[in-house]
């Protein structure tokens, strides 16, 4: 499978292109500025991205959303929790005040353990509420995507229109530490000592995925 980590935008959001190496379907999470880059790489590779998945509905991960959707035909993919969300009044106010481009609607909402197709790859994806409540991860031949719910040596911050450390605990305890510990993490920014890691190292060295504070 072919794995393209890109640092975009203002807020420096770990966006990701996945393609299947033989067929060229593929599958772009989290457009998050810096479109022509996005493109750039989809042209050179001679792909055909599918789907267009948001790892969770705050606008600096979403906000290239319309361009990639306008260039490429590709679906928008959310968790339908998250889709509600934005229907808020006061959550759209507070996601309107960051000044990002507004994601149109998804085309399809998602529930967890729902699966996607590329070309010769299959993705699941893993309800992880908690940084919000429609927060996912893309688990895909033994790799996760884990947007803001997990970084490097941290977790998604709480502190913001649906956030709630509980259910955020509670996904990372029941969702991801149960993966192989060998499962290699993609997370949403470049908060840590690297750029990707393992949930077997996460669960011995994050504080919030059991290691020691």
Excluded at 30 to 54: A, M, Q
Aim: net charge negative.
């Amino acid at each position: 499978m072919i794995i393209k980590q890109l640092e975009l935008g203002t807020d420096k959001v770990f966006c990701y292109i996945l393609a299947c190496e033989a067929t060229g379907r593929a599958v772009v999470i989290d457009p998050c500025g810096d479109e022509n880059k996005i493109l750039g790489i989809i042209e050179e590779l001679h792909l055909e991205p599918l789907f267009i998945i948001n790892t969770h509905c705050h606008p600096d991960h979403t906000c290239s959303n319309e361009v990639i959707k306008n260039a490429t035909g590709a679906s928008i993919i959310r968790h339908k929790a998250d889709e509600l969300l934005l229907q808020d009044p006061e959550a759209a106010e507070y996601f309107n005040r960051q000044g990002f481009s507004p994601s149109p609607p998804a085309d399809k909402v998602v529930k967890d353990g729902d699966r996607f197709e590329f070309g010769n790859y299959s993705l699941k994806i893993i309800h992880t509420p908690g940084h919000s409540p429609g927060s996912i991860c893309v688990y895909v031949d033994n790799n996760l995507f884990t947007g803001d719910s997990l970084f490097v040596g941290a977790a998604g911050r709480v502190d913001v229109p649906g956030g709630d450390f509980t259910t955020l605990m509670e996904s990372l305890t029941d969702k991801i530490a149960v993966l192989p510990d060998e499962t290699i993490i993609w997370p949403g920014h470049d908060y840590g000592d690297t750029r990707t890691t393992t949930v077997g190292r996460e669960k011995k060295e994050n504080p919030y995925l059991g290691g020691e504070w």
